[in-house]
């Protein structure tokens, strides 16, 4: 089956700029999660959907937000493009909410430079 | 806040067992442990979890201790493909919130 897409794969944007990356889940997972992965932080938690819900979030300031459409594709957005926004954005799926006691699924990432 | 630790790297000769350890001490009675591995550039693969009794599959086994504070992943032979980083994750109650959290990994070298 397939697994997690995220797209796009790679993408440059100038600062103060805003993006939006998209994330299918495998089928019949219900649950995504994204994910904010530097060099400097390692793997920090953005926030985590379900049954278009956000369930959890993670430390970030409200320039980064999500969504969750009714397929259980999810989107994110960061507005006003910092330099630190840099990074690999990964996004995983799950069966169930919070993912307790199963395991997460992730997709290969889109890499943000922003320039 | 702690959250999970694990040492920096590892190296494990090829064909030999990588025993990995993770220390969680402030893991909440109910939430699991998870293991993932990532090899550069990649997503995180999955590789095993657990809540209390010890667990295995065709990937590896992971050990948790009585007092769920700590947990040991091994990979029983280990091939020079399992060169990663490794991760132990648990998720921490976070102002209401359960953060699965990350640790910094170990980046386990497998050499001939």
């Known amino acids: 089956k397939a697994g997690v897409t995220q797209t796009p794969r790679y993408l440059i944007k100038t600062r103060g700029q805003q993006v939006t990356l998209s994330c299918s889940p495998i089928?019949?997972?219900?649950?995504v999660s994204w994910y904010q992965q530097t060099p400097g932080q390692g793997l920090q938690f953005l926030f985590e959907y379900f049954s278009e819900t956000q369930r959890n979030k993670g430390n970030f300031p409200g320039r980064f937000s999500g969504r969750q459409f009714s397929n259980s594709r999810s989107e994110m957005n960061v507005s006003t493009l910092e330099l630190g926004d840099s990074a690999l954005y990964l996004c995983?799926?799950?069966?169930?909410?919070?993912?307790?006691?199963?395991?997460?699924?992730f997709g290969s990432g889109t890499r943000l430079t922003v320039v | 806040d702690a959250k999970t630790t694990q040492p920096p790297s590892m190296d494990c000769a090829e064909g030999r067992a990588a025993n990995l350890p993770c220390n969680h001490s402030?893991?909440?009675?109910?939430?699991?442990v998870y293991w993932y591995r990532q090899i550069h550039s990649q997503g995180p693969q999955y590789i095993i979890h657990?809540?209390?009794n010890n667990e295995t599959n065709e990937m590896a086994s992971l050990i948790i201790t009585e007092d769920r504070k700590s947990s040991t992943l091994i990979l029983p032979h280990a091939t020079l493909r399992d060169t990663a980083v490794y991760y132990c994750i648990v998720r921490v109650a976070t102002g209401g919130s359960y953060i699965p959290t990350f640790g910094r990994g170990t980046s386990l070298i497998v050499h001939p």
């Open positions: 657990g809540l209390k």
């Open positions: 402030t893991i909440s009675g109910n939430e699991y």
């Open positions: 089928s019949g997972h219900r649950s």
């Open positions: 995983a799926s799950s069966l169930a909410a919070t993912a307790r006691g199963y395991g997460y699924t």
